[in-house]
């Protein structure tokens, strides 16, 4: 096989594609702009470049000046940083920025206004000038390590390691769901009674209102993985995100299941019920209409269970919702994609 090159013989070829490489990725709208209205200039005269583009006659001539100190190229009319070469540095005492430090180390992390308070008795004891809260901010940002401490814990082997932070993804800030099944949110409500506990897993979707609840003996992730499974056969839609609090019950398989089928797991700020305010919301309904005049039940969540059963029916089938215009939930979906909704086919003996 022989591989020929197109540009063989070509003179000037090499430049003008280095040129056109320069020109399209690396030269600035901006600088092209600067070289379009130099070539004007010299075609129109200054006078008619001044009226056709705004641009001063000082401006025109440093453009000029830059573009022949770069041998004419596009890449001299780029913009530069124009902070000065020379700045000011900050000086202060060694004895206030130790304070600071220590404070930091004393009470991990404390904030530039916080620390402004703690500082101001010692620069007075000291006489020393007692720098304001962004300077406090500053000085801590100078610092090579943020004057940060980080909480550590010890391994079998006797090694010390920094105890880093799980990151959890969050529900976004203003997100309203605008479909079905756009996300899906989860809560666990506990009971007692008669020193035994016992729990209601609830689901709502936070676009239809449609719900779904369960009891159990259980608060382990795997009683939450069995209750999403029921949920994901008995909702007509397939879930996008999954909207919990930080419960253990939502983390190991739980997790791991949402992992599995690809699901964006969202997990709610500590102490933030807003959050997840649409199946809180639903957690008191069942409470009210359901769970106060079955509460003796809850010791057998099987029993619980048949009763709740019938009453989720007329919950999603029947009973009218503010939020969707006294409409039932299966009303909603109904109207919303009629097509794609499963719910209330006959049932088929095999």
Same mark, same amino acid.
């Given at each position: 096989?022989?591989? #020929?090159?197109?540009?063989? /013989?070509?003179? @000037?070829?090499?430049?003008?594609?280095? &040129?056109?490489?320069?020109?399209?990725?690396?030269? =600035?709208?901006?600088?092209?702009?600067?070289?379009?209205?130099? =070539?004007?200039?010299?075609? #129109?005269?200054?006078?008619?470049?001044?009226?056709?583009?705004?641009?001063?006659?000082? *401006?025109?001539?440093?453009?000029?000046?830059?573009?022949?100190?770069?041998? @004419?190229?596009?890449?001299?009319?780029?913009?530069?940083?124009?902070?000065?070469?020379?700045?000011?540095?900050?000086?202060?005492?060694?004895?206030?920025?130790?304070?600071?430090?220590?404070?930091?180390?004393?009470?991990?992390?404390?904030?530039?206004?916080?620390?402004?308070?703690?500082?101001?008795?010692?620069?007075?004891?000291?006489? %020393?000038?007692?720098?304001?809260?962004?300077?406090?901010?500053?000085?801590?940002?100078? $610092?090579?390590?943020?004057?940060?401490?980080?909480?550590?814990?010890?391994?079998?082997? +006797?090694?010390?390691?920094?105890?880093?932070?799980?990151?959890?993804?969050?529900?976004?800030?203003?997100?309203?769901?605008? $479909?079905?099944?756009?996300? +899906?949110?989860?809560?666990?409500?506990?009971?007692? %009674?008669?020193?035994?506990?016992?729990?209601?897993?609830?689901? !709502?979707?936070?676009?239809?209102?449609?719900?779904?609840?369960?009891?159990?003996?259980?608060?382990?992730?795997?009683?939450?993985?069995?209750?999403?499974?029921?949920? !994901?056969?008995?909702?007509? &839609?397939?879930?996008?995100?999954? %909207?919990?609090?930080?419960?253990?019950?939502?983390?190991?398989?739980?997790?791991?299941?949402?992992? /599995?089928?690809?699901?964006?797991?969202?997990? *709610? &700020?500590?102490?933030?019920?807003?959050?997840?305010?649409?199946?809180?919301?639903?957690?008191?309904?069942?409470?009210?209409?359901?769970?106060?005049?079955?509460?003796?039940?809850?010791?057998?969540?099987?029993?619980?269970?048949?009763?709740?059963?019938?009453?989720?029916?007329?919950?999603?089938?029947?009973?009218?919702?503010?939020?969707?215009?006294?409409?039932?939930?299966?009303?909603?979906?109904?109207?919303?994609?009629?097509?794609?909704?499963?719910?209330?086919?006959?049932?088929?003996?095999?």
């Amino acid at each position: 096989m022989q591989i #020929h090159d197109f540009s063989y /013989r070509i003179r @000037g070829f090499a430049k003008l594609a280095d &040129y056109a490489i320069r020109w399209e990725a690396m030269v =600035s709208e901006k600088a092209k702009h600067k070289a379009r209205v130099l =070539s004007f200039w010299a075609k #129109h005269g200054l006078k008619a470049t001044e009226e056709a583009f705004g641009v001063g006659r000082r *401006t025109l001539y440093y453009w000029r000046e830059q573009l022949m100190k770069g041998d @004419g190229k596009v890449e001299a009319l780029e913009e530069h940083s124009k902070a000065p070469h020379r700045r000011r540095r900050r000086s202060w005492p060694r004895e206030v920025t130790c304070e600071i430090r220590r404070l930091r180390t004393l009470r991990p992390n404390l904030g530039k206004d916080k620390l402004h308070v703690a500082l101001k008795p010692f620069c007075e004891a000291k006489r %020393l000038a007692c720098p304001k809260p962004a300077t406090i901010g500053r000085i801590i940002a100078a $610092a090579s390590d943020k004057m940060r401490t980080v909480p550590m814990k010890v391994r079998p082997n +006797g090694q010390r390691v920094e105890r880093k932070k799980t990151h959890r993804a969050r529900k976004p800030k203003g997100f309203v769901a605008s $479909a079905p099944g756009q996300c +899906g949110a989860f809560d666990t409500v506990e009971y007692f %009674l008669d020193g035994l506990r016992r729990y209601v897993i609830t689901f !709502t979707d936070l676009n239809s209102r449609f719900s779904f609840a369960w009891a159990t003996k259980s608060h382990g992730s795997e009683a939450a993985k069995e209750f999403f499974n029921i949920v !994901t056969e008995v909702f007509p &839609y397939p879930l996008e995100h999954v %909207l919990t609090d930080n419960g253990s019950e939502f983390m190991k398989h739980f997790d791991q299941e949402l992992r /599995r089928l690809h699901y964006t797991h969202w997990r *709610t &700020y500590p102490k933030t019920p807003k959050m997840n305010a649409h199946v809180e919301r639903f957690n008191r309904t069942i409470q009210e209409e359901f769970v106060d005049y079955h509460e003796d039940l809850l010791l057998d969540p099987q029993a619980f269970n048949r009763e709740l059963i019938p009453w989720l029916l007329w919950y999603n089938g029947e009973r009218p919702h503010w939020g969707l215009k006294l409409k039932s939930p299966i009303q909603f979906l109904m109207e919303q994609k009629p097509k794609e909704c499963k719910m209330w086919w006959t049932n088929t003996r095999l």
